[in-house]
């Protein structure tokens, strides 16, 4: 809303049954991308992420003749009941000489999300004003309570582009301006938890003819220290680390056991197959024995780990149990 204007922003949710998605606003503010971004942790817990556009009220400085952009803010809300009700928004980024937009997230454990976004070098209307713009990425913990953890780093060290940015699709071929950054820009979490980010790099120019390539770079960059946001390992672990030996400092659990699905989720009935999920992550799909299933966490590093099992009755109720363990815990001593 290049006029400053105020929208109502929030989220659709549905659940099996219903005739159609139901509206729940989150918050009231402008935004400068077309999109705010959401995400779900492992506990069921909804987060929406965005930026604003603020402007300088009776000034003609932006693209177009639109009011002068001011610097804004990159914020996060957060919904425990599927989008009825919202958390105040956290303010993850509000650099007082720049503009951040685009954010992305991704969440891993409960109250453990990862946030992305660009970051130019000072204060324009990208629309058709150029500056430089970085990668910044913020890590949050406890972002599901009111005393949450944020820290955000430049992951990549330099900029990715210098130049203006488009947002009008196929119609920026027509009127010259740059949408490259547009081609990709995300950000993930792999299978350890650590923080994987895509960008576009436009900052590297065609070897031929020397000028600005027609399409941006790919370029990856991943979290190599620091917590991992699932699992509740360190990022900074290499493969070897994951094995427990002779002289090891780390732990590799040696955690595999039999758990039974719960009778008063069955009410009498039988299940035949389940799938099994690790903090978040589908493992794979097992047969169920009298309602048991054995559970391998072997070779994980120290940390709490999350086991959801989701089935259907042979009478075709959905069920789901959810139970944590813990890794390379010391054993409690035994009462006497």
Known sequence: ???????????????RGDAQFTPHKAVDTNLYAHWAAIALDSAGGLYLVYDDDPRQPGTTGGCDGAATPLPNHIRMVHSGDFGQTWSAPLTLASPPGARVLWPWIAAGDKGKVSVVWYQTDKVVDLACQT??????????????TGSPGV???DPIGRPVSENNICQSGTTCVATGEDRRLGDFFTNALDEQGCVMIATGDTSTKDPVTGGERNIALPLFVRQNSGPALRGGGDCSATAGNLIAGRGSRRCASRRHFTI??????LHGDRVRRATIFLNGKRLKTVRVRRRAIRIDLRRQRKGT????VQARTAKGRKIRDVR?????????KKRR
């Open 1 to 15: 809303m290049k006029d400053g204007s105020t929208v109502g922003l929030g989220v659709g949710t549905w659940k």
């Open 131 to 144: 500056a430089k713009l970085s990668v910044e990425a913020a890590s949050v913990t406890a972002a599901d």
């Open 151 to 153: 820290q955000v780093m």
């Open 260 to 265: 039974h699905i719960k009778r008063r989720l």
């Open 305 to 308: 780990f999350t086991i959801t």
């Open 324 to 332: 944590r363990y813990h890794t390379c815990a010391k054993k409690r």
